[in-house]
């Protein structure tokens, strides 16, 4: 056991963790057996996006200690709002380091010669005042952080299972179906789309994805999940899932898209979060032995909190301009307003199962560690003031309804979030911060945009 000495910073902790022999031992005998020659140490931008760098496996040693730099900017996608400034580069073009999760290590399966880490983010030690803390903008070490000292706090561990919808579009991927009829699960749909499905599933299950199953929902669309685990493990996974479905489509050369809604009167891409809270191997969210569809106290609690604080957190779940235009098209399982119900599939929050709630915000563009990191924040704000969400299916008519509007675009969005504290305070002061700026830029490039409809609407029209 090695000393530690009192100002031993978060990044010496994690070098000490990856100096342990045995974690090493077992990644360098899989790299050989493997064959791996070259490693990706692989991080996650606020847009959900993996970036890293490549680094030749001979050089595994030195880099597990030293990780990786990388400008700051890149957190933020080397974003350049309207007025020029770089967002989250700081105030110089300082860099910051990325040191990997040995736990985290896997093969590529289209490719045996690479291998990945997903990284944690921290100051250069030579930093002054803050060298070796963590990089107040990571995503990814940000959720592990919060769901640690949310299990410290409430003991218990959130777990999470997301249903990503993609749109695939491609030769011989093209759907078809009756008028006013629509292809949702058809097993000859299924068909065309067998070479998708398939590699997906088996790249899936080589990066530690349990796939559990799939269908096809709505033209091009195809949803396929894997089993729940804790939120930052789902968060992972999510973004695998993605990077596994834009091999694919190279592979197959198809287009795979997660674009929230890809066109009017077709569903959107949703990405569904199933949450449920465990105390130990107690799921505290249902009442054990009761057999109809019930939420247990606990659960009502945490459930009131997800929707007092669901409009606040929409600029997350609905985290681009093209969101909203999922919750407009009413009418295809994309919830319309703040509501909860048993077993109803256009409510903001269905109780799928006993001690499930399934959080239909979320499309498939979403930040995973963002959207945990808020659902931890809104599920305790919900658990100490014992919120209560009321009864199922209430709408905005009823008397005793409490809960805010859901906001209808992103610049909406983007002010309810601003206004709650709760939400806001679920991320870092860092990475609420850059989200608005980020954000808040793309709406004002949006809405200084001249699209195709308003051609349509008025490029040829008389007044
Ligand atoms: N599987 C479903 O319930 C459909 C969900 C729908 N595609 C959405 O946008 O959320």
Request: hydrophobic residues 40%; glycine residues 10%.
């Amino acid at each position: 056991m090695t000393t530690r000495s009192l100002n031993t910073t978060a990044l010496d902790s994690h070098r000490e963790q990856n100096a342990d022999r045995d974690a090493v031992d077992t990644v360098r005998k899989r790299i050989t057996e493997a064959g791996v020659e070259y490693l990706y140490y692989q991080s996650v931008t606020l847009g959900g996006r993996a970036v890293g760098k490549v680094v030749p496996a001979v050089h595994l040693l030195r880099n597990l200690e030293r990780g990786v730099q990388m400008h700051r900017a890149v957190v933020a996608d080397f974003q350049t709002d309207r007025s020029g400034t770089l967002l989250g580069g700081g105030e110089r073009a300082a860099e910051f380091t990325a040191l990997p999760d040995l736990d985290t290590f896997a093969v590529l399966p289209w490719d045996t010669g690479v291998g990945r880490f997903f990284c944690r983010l921290y100051e250069p030690a030579h930093r002054p005042e803050c060298g070796g803390e963590p990089f107040a903008a990571d995503v990814r070490g940000h959720l592990i952080r919060r769901h640690r000292e949310f299990t410290e706090h409430t003991g218990l561990v959130l777990r999470s299972g997301c249903e990503p919808e993609t749109t695939w579009t491609g030769p011989g991927l093209e759907a078809s179906h009756r008028p006013d009829a629509s292809p949702a699960y058809r097993i000859e749909m299924l068909e065309r789309n067998r070479p998708v499905y398939q590699k997906v599933i088996t790249y899936g299950r080589a990066l530690g994805l349990d796939m559990i199953e799939g269908d096809y929902e709505d033209p091009g669309q195809l949803e396929l999940n894997w089993m729940y685990d804790r939120a930052e493990l789902t968060a992972d996974r999510l973004i695998t899932f993605r990077q596994i479905c834009r091999q694919v489509a190279r592979e197959l050369g198809v287009t795979a898209s997660f674009m929230p809604k890809p066109a009017i009167g077709v569903m959107g891409n949703g990405c569904h979060h199933n949450l449920s809270l465990w105390r130990g191997t107690e799921n505290v969210l249902a009442d054990p032995g009761r057999r109809e569809l019930h939420l247990s106290g606990t659960g009502r609690h945490a459930l009131g909190g997800i929707l007092a604080h669901a409009a606040g957190a929409m600029a997350v779940m609905g985290s681009t301009v093209n969101s909203y235009k999922r919750y407009w098209d009413a009418g295809l399982f994309a919830p319309g307003r703040i509501d909860w119900g048993m077993d109803d599939k256009t409510c903001t929050v269905r109780l799928s199962a006993n001690g499930r709630l399934e959080f239909k915000l979320p499309d498939a563009m979403v930040n995973p560690y963002l959207s945990h990191a808020v659902l931890l924040a809104v599920i305790s704000d919900g658990l100490e003031n014992r919120i209560d969400p009321g009864p199922p299916q209430a709408t905005a008519e009823d008397p005793g309804f409490r809960f805010p509007a859901l906001p209808m675009n992103l610049g909406e969005a983007l002010t309810a979030f601003g206004d709650d504290a709760v939400v806001r305070g679920g991320l870092t002061e860092e990475i609420a911060a850059l989200h608005l700026a980020c954000k808040s830029d793309e709406w004002a490039r949006f809405c200084a945009a001249v699209t195709d409809w308003e051609h349509m609407m008025y490029a040829e029209d008389t007044p």
